[in-house]
Structures are given as C-alpha cells and as structure tokens.
C-alpha cells in the first residue's frame, strides 16, 4: 500500500511505536492520520505536531472504537489503513509462576491486547469489503511467534494477536483486505522503561522511529509478517524445526536472566 493521500487510524498513537507511526505516515503525505489514544492529551499533542486529529480512546470499549471510526469518516473519509497497535505490558511478578499474574490483570491484558483487535477489525471491515479494498495492521510481538520470559499473559495475549490477523488474512484476502502483523522485539519506548537489562531487552533495543521505517516497508511489500528485528525469523525457523530444543534454550535463557 502507498500512503500518499490515504486516511489512517492508528491506536496508542501518543507514545512510542505508534506516535513514530504516526509521524511517518504523516510525512508519508497520508490525507489524514487519526491519533487515538486513552491518553487523550497525549493523542492530541502528536496529532497537533502532525496536522492530524487526535481522539481520547479506550480500546477495550467498542463503541469508543465505532465512535473513533465514525469521526475519521466525517473529517477524512472512508479509513483505508487502521493500525491497531494499542498494547499493555503485565508481567508474572516477582512469584515467578506462570499462572502469577491476577485473573483481573489477564482480563485486562486479554482486553486491550486481543479484543481491541476484534473491536477495531469489526469497526473498519463493512465498509472496506464493500469497497473492496482495505489495511488491517496489527501490533503483536515477537513474543506471540516465539515467547517472552517471565511475561505469560503478555505471551499468550500476543500469540493470540496473531492467530486473529491470521484469520483475518485468510477470511478477508479474497475480497481485496490486507493484513500485516508487526512483531518487534525490544523497543525504545515507555513500555520498557526500566527493563533495559531484562529478557524483553532481548538483543538489544530499536528506537521507535527504525520499527516505522520497517512498517512502511513491510505495508509496502503488502507483507504479512513484519519483523523490524531481522534475527527473529531464524529464531522461528529453529522453534519450528526442534520444538523442544528451542524449549530447553528458552529455559537455559530464562536461568540465566532470572536465576
Ligand atoms: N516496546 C516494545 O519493546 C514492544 C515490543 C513488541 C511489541 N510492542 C507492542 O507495541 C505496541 C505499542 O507499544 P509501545 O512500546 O509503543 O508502548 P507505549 O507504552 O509507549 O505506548 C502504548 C500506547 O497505548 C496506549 N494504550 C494503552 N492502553 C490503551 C487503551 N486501553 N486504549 C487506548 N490506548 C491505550 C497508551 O496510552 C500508550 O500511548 C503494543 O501493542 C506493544 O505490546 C512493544
């Protein structure tokens, strides 16, 4: 997809990943960039520095998502790309067990990692079906291809992410809707403010700007799969070649980092 003249609406754009999306799709010469965000003040400040509109925006509530839709259409027409990138980050905690995290925080997390996904797809996909033309983009994790240590709801919300941009892709293809699905590993962003030294540093960090540069491409390339850090395909091909030999180094990983 070319991002000149098109409308585009991207979730948890006022920090991070998604304000560098937004920054570059607008230099991109988009027609116009919807900044939508539970940080409303913080969706506005970008929106202001990128002549876009800015919306407060839970995305764990679908009709605040139908509204955020409806408000695109009125300013800019019809949304040709929608990037759902709004994401939180809850980890096992210091009782170290997979099954640590509160029911209440796996609620959240499923809420806001995996239904806002469905909530925004079902917001946007009517109307571009019948156009017969359309971008989903979804922000998951290299954590839902391979796992992140010491973060089981995080793991498991964005694998999640990925079987539903899967099914997106296979069910919508045929009636001209595009899918990609970002899986960064460490990023620069607030999200990982004090985890620099930590598993989910991973090999190291990429500021937010070089994960916008991979996502333009990868929209480009009408790409499924963007990996804006190059090494997680081969850790995929080797998860997928020896199960659980991958396991074992997961395992040997996590001693080392959490021991
Ligand atoms: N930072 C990383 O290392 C990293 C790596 C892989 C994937 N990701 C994913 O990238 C996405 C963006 O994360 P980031 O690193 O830019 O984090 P960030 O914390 O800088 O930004 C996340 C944004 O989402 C917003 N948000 C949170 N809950 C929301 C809700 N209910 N409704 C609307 N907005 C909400 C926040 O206000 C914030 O502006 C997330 O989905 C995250 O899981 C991040």
């Known amino acids: 997809m070319e991002l000149r003249n098109k409308t585009i609406v991207v979730t948890g754009g006022a920090s991070g990943i998604g304000a560098a999306m ?14 939508a965000d539970l940080d409303g003040p913080g969706a506005r400040g970008v ?96 954590a839902g291809l391979l796992n992140q240590i ?17 099914s997106l892709a296979i069910t919508h293809g045929d009636q001209g809707i595009k899918v990609s699905v970002l899986c960064p590993q460490g990023v620069a962003t607030p999200m990982l403010a004090g985890l620099e030294d930590s598993p989910q540093a991973g090999d190291g960090l990429l500021q ?22 190059p090494q997680v395909r081969t850790y995929m091909e080797r998860k997928v070649a020896d199960y659980d030999r991958w396991l074992g180094g997961m395992r040997k990983l996590r001693r080392r980092f959490l021991a």
């Not at 010491?150 to 899967?166: L, M, V, W």
């Not at 937010?208 to 850090?229: C, K, M, N, Y």
Request: charged letters at 20%.
């Open 22 to 35: 937004c920054e570059r799709f607008a230099r991109e010469g988009a027609r116009g960039v919807v900044v």
């Open 47 to 142: 929106a202001e520095r990128i002549g876009g509109l800015g919306l407060d925006c839970d995305v764990t509530d679908e009709q605040a998502l139908r509204d955020v839709v409806a408000k695109t259409e009125a300013r800019f027409g019809p949304v040709d790309l929608l990037c759902s990138n709004a994401g939180i980050f809850l980890g096992d905690g210091p009782e170290g067990m997979a099954t640590s995290l509160s029911n209440e925080g796996w609620q959240r997390i499923w809420n806001v990692n995996v239904m806002a996904h469905i909530y925004g797809a079902r917001a946007v996909l009517p109307s571009m079906i019948a156009r017969g033309q359309g971008y989903l983009l979804q922000t998951a994790s290299a």
């Open 150 to 166: 010491g973060d089981a709801a995080y793991s498991t919300t964005k694998h999640a992410a990925i079987g539903f941009a899967e």
């Open 208 to 229: 937010p700007a070089e994960v916008a540069d991979a996502v333009v491409e990868g929209l480009s390339d009408e790409r499924f799969l963007i990996l804006p850090h």
